[in-house]
């Protein structure tokens, strides 16, 4: 399984809008149902903020959301803040109950 | 509060062999699939092994088959990582994660493992 595909970095000014996307093929991303998003910050353990490709866990500010468009899965944080500043992966379930990651993103607030 | 704790990490010389612990609490340990998710240092997440819930089924990427062990004992809420012949390359910061229908919901804080002479 090779990994996902992700920007190496993207940036946005606050209160603006990013997207990460996240390109895998047919055999994970654009066929699962299974495709969540974590946010790392330095030194930590990844915390999920998506999964089922649009779900929220309880806790997790409305203003990030997840799509899915063919091979291509997009995590978009609106009203960018501070906090929002660190490292996000993608992740696909790849059938035969394993997993493929992103190479993930760098998400700088300007 | 769902909790996972990783020990057992340290330094191992190439060839050698390291045995990684999760305690688990705060959910049916028993009925969930657990995972095991590594980190180079600098590096990306990569899915090392999962294990479902009386562990009869284990799951292993390509690159540790036949080297990694993953089991668990649900009577101690724990989940474990035998890993032997180590190289280089397996050094990383090892995260054990509950896979609950698919997603991994719930990490610990990781434990490092080095592999050098």
């Known amino acids: 399984q090779s990994a996902l595909t992700q920007p190496r970095s993207v940036s946005g000014s606050p209160g603006q809008s990013v997207t990460i996307s996240c390109t895998g093929t047919?055999?994970?991303?654009?066929?699962?149902?299974?495709v969540s998003w974590f946010r790392q910050h330095p030194g930590k353990a990844p915390e999920l903020i998506i999964y089922d490709v649009t779900q929220r866990p309880s806790g997790v500010p409305g203003r990030f959301s997840g799509s899915k468009s063919g091979n291509t899965a997009s995590l978009t944080i609106s009203g960018l803040q501070a906090e929002d500043e660190s490292d996000y992966y993608c992740?696909?379930?790849?059938?035969?109950?394993?997993?493929?990651f992103g190479t993930g993103t760098k998400v700088t607030v300007l | 509060e769902v909790q996972m704790v990783e020990s057992g990490g340290g330094l191992a010389q190439p060839g050698g062999s390291l045995r990684l612990s999760c305690a688990a609490s705060g959910f049916s340990f028993s009925t969930d699939f657990m995972t095991w998710v590594r980190q180079a240092p600098g590096e990306g997440l990569e899915w090392v092994a999962n294990?479902?819930?009386?562990?009869?089924?284990?799951y292993y990427v390509d690159s540790v088959k036949g080297r990694f062990t993953i089991s668990r004992d649900n009577a101690k809420n724990s989940l474990y990582l035998q890993m032997n012949s180590l190289r280089a390359e397996d050094t990383a910061v090892y995260y054990c994660?509950?896979?609950?229908?698919?997603?991994?919901?719930?990490w610990g804080r990781g434990t490092l493992v080095t592999v050098s002479s």
């Open positions: 994660a509950r896979d609950y229908y698919f997603n991994l919901d719930h």
């Open positions: 294990i479902n819930g009386d562990g009869s089924e284990r």
């Open positions: 992740c696909s379930y790849a059938g035969s109950h394993s997993y493929v």
């Open positions: 047919s055999s994970d991303v654009g066929g699962s149902k299974y």
